[in-house]
């Protein structure tokens, strides 16, 4: 049933602030302001050397948030690939590390393949599935669940923003037990993501915005994401998005690898979208910015107030978001991107739930 929305994947955009709400329930003391793991771990956070992530496509992007969170908060040293490279690489990992999965659906084969892998390679197995029947679920030492609900839309959107909140949890969970957490500054952390639902429906506010603007999108051949930091998984996954239900051509960028090459493609008939909170890197994206509106580049910029006030540039278009603790910023920034796919999808006419080519779960590799 979608309810009052044209496409499964719209209800599922708009259901975000409710089911990242349940499933920060579902790890988080709300009382005592503190994260709260269901069930036990059957292993010890202190004692681990290394931590390796594995995922595909939406559920990849939010593992390689995930890095950056378990390295700050919990200074656990992560190696993060794709599925499919992971399984045939012949990794070599030391006994007794943690092997992290994501997967909405758990059934998607390489990711099955590459946590049996894990399992020959002794690794403790945590998986962090939407469907808790599936066999990555069954295979894993823990599951920790999504609380997403049905995903029925092809392009994942829901499924990612949860995924991200127990992926927080687990990082703050980790940063505590390894002694690099003060109780204030987890008071904090969770603090910032019990905000989030309330941030979510701030951002879905965007969406009259974003609808116009995306009559625009949906005539151009390319664009670009640029983001930095947690903002450059953002920047992979509002391009994967664009590309998978609108087929427009569509890439995402770290900002710093801009001049690397991609800066080649920029010119007037080019939308850059830049994925930029005010935070600690925010400094630095300004200045590829600047690189970017020098070669004629239009610049739709996904920001808050203070980063719209010192980006100084002339950008094409501001989306404004409410000022956020940096931490849950993809969290909050990943609706921007849902919404602008959406929105350029349904411009063009294409089949949004149901795009050519795609499957909701890839069973073979
Ligand atoms: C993108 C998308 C895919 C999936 C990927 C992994 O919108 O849906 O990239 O994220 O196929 O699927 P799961 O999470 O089921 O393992």
Redesign the pocket.
């Known amino acids: 049933d979608k309810g009052n929305h044209k496409h499964f994947m719209a209800k599922e955009i708009h259901e975000q602030p409710e089911v990242v709400g349940h499933t920060l329930a579902h790890y988080i003391d709300m009382v005592g302001e503190r994260v709260a793991l269901p069930g036990k771990l059957p292993f010890d956070w202190t004692k681990l050397k290394r931590l390796s992530i594995s995922?595909?496509?939406?559920?990849?992007y939010a593992g390689l948030v995930a890095k950056y969170w378990f390295e700050r908060f919990a200074k656990l040293p992560v190696e993060i690939d794709i599925a499919s490279e992971f399984r045939y690489r012949g990794a070599p990992l030391e006994e007794g590390d943690l092997a992290l999965f994501?997967?909405?659906?758990?059934?998607?084969a390489d990711?099955l393949a590459t946590l049996r892998y894990a399992k020959e390679m002794k690794q403790h197995v945590l998986s962090v599935v939407?469907v808790t029947t599936s066999t990555?679920a069954r295979e894993s030492d823990v599951v920790m669940p999504t609380l997403a609900g049905p995903e029925i839309g092809?392009?994942?959107?829901k499924?990612?923003t949860c995924q991200l909140s127990v992926l927080a949890c687990l990082a703050l969970a980790a940063g505590r037990a390894r002694g690099h957490l003060s109780e204030t500054d987890e008071k904090n952390l969770v603090r910032a993501l019990i905000a989030v639902p309330r941030l979510m429906s701030q951002a879905l506010a965007l969406e009259p915005q974003i609808e116009k603007l995306s009559h625009d999108l949906a005539k151009v051949k390319d664009v670009l994401y640029l983001g930095r930091g947690t903002s450059f998984p953002i920047a992979l996954e509002g391009a994967?998005?664009l590309k998978?239900i609108s087929y427009i051509h569509a890439e995402g960028y770290a900002a710093g690898e801009l001049k690397h090459g991609p800066i080649a493609l920029i010119d007037e008939t080019m939308p850059v979208i830049v994925i930029a909170p005010h935070d600690r890197v925010f400094e630095k994206t300004v200045s590829n910015m600047q690189e970017v509106a020098a070669r004629g580049g239009k610049i739709i910029l996904v920001t808050d107030p203070k980063g719209a006030k010192e980006a100084t540039i002339e950008s094409l278009e501001t989306l404004m978001l409410p000022e956020m603790a940096s931490t849950v910023t993809p969290l909050v920034y990943a609706i921007p991107v849902q919404l602008m796919a959406y929105h350029t999808a349904a411009a063009i006419g294409t089949d949004v739930d149901q795009p050519r080519n795609?499957a909701?779960?890839?069973t073979v590799e």
């Open positions: 995922a595909c496509g939406t559920a990849f994501i997967s909405q659906s758990g059934e998607t990711t939407n990555i092809v392009a994942s959107t499924a990612f994967l998005k998978e795609l909701k779960s890839v």
